[in-house]
């Protein structure tokens, strides 16, 4: 049915958003699928390992865009087609822009030759509507620091690569503003909610 996506640097609250909104949705009798990426599949879940673990600290950004495109494949072969084919709404935890943003851009690979490769990868679906929840890198690396669990890989790389994440979601909402709705994320909880669930009133129809 609804293709939804939930994008931003890290600790921008998409994840918490992700699971209101589901279960707003579930409250409101629809039926929806949450996933998060890298993962959800077997073959995900372990290069999501391979992705985030400490052991390859050092990867080339190419064969790092190629694990992600890889573990999306799947992703979308095995879950997200079958679930949207039923009739589902599908929630992910990141997806495509994920990989413009951080492979693309803050590892310069560049936007283009990313989406290609992920077309190639996804069959070309698109999400109906991807919220990207803006928070900036200082205050990403404050909440960051602030949690208890260590950083992994990607979340440990320095303030300037998570600058160009923060500047890069603007770019690409500025690049696909029919799809794109930006979202402030440094609100309240409840804040944030409320305007997930407008966006998706104003630009799907869904009521709830
Ligand atoms: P998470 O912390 O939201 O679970 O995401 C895992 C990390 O992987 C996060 O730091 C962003 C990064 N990532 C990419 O660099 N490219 C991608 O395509 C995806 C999906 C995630």
């Known amino acids: 049915m609804f293709f939804i996506t939930f994008e931003g640097i890290d600790?921008?609250?998409k994840s918490t958003q992700l699971e209101l909104l589901a279960a707003?949705?579930?409250a409101a009798g629809l039926s929806v699928l949450s996933v998060r990426e890298p993962?959800?599949?077997?073959?995900?879940?372990?290069i999501?390992?391979?992705?985030?673990?400490?052991?390859?600290?050092?990867?080339?950004?190419w064969a790092e865009?190629?694990?992600?495109?890889?573990?999306?494949?799947?992703?979308?072969?095995?879950v997200i087609k079958p679930a949207l084919m039923s009739g589902k709404i599908v929630l992910s935890d990141r997806f495509i822009d994920s990989s413009l943003v951080y492979q693309g851009i803050a590892r310069g690979l560049g936007i283009e030759r990313i989406m290609e490769l992920n077309m190639g990868a996804t069959g070309g679906l698109m999400p109906d509507l991807t919220l990207v929840f803006h928070l900036g890198a200082e205050a990403s690396r404050a909440r960051l620091e602030g949690r208890e669990t260590g950083q992994d890989r990607i979340e440990s790389e320095p303030i300037e690569f998570h600058r160009m994440v923060e500047e890069g979601y603007h770019r690409l909402e500025e690049m696909y503003p029919a799809r794109i709705a930006g979202i402030n994320a440094a609100q309240t909880v409840e804040e944030v909610h409320a305007e997930v669930v407008s966006?998706?009133?104003?630009?799907?129809?869904?009521?709830l």
């Open 11 to 13: 600790q921008s609250g």
């Open 24 to 26: 707003g949705m579930e």
């Open 39 to 46: 993962g959800g599949t077997p073959l995900g879940e372990a």
């Open 48 to 61: 999501r390992g391979l992705l985030l673990g400490p052991e390859h600290q050092v990867m080339d950004p």
């Open 65 to 78: 865009a190629l694990l992600y495109a890889a573990a999306r494949a799947q992703l979308v072969k095995d």
């Open 199 to 207: 966006q998706c009133r104003e630009r799907l129809g869904i009521e």
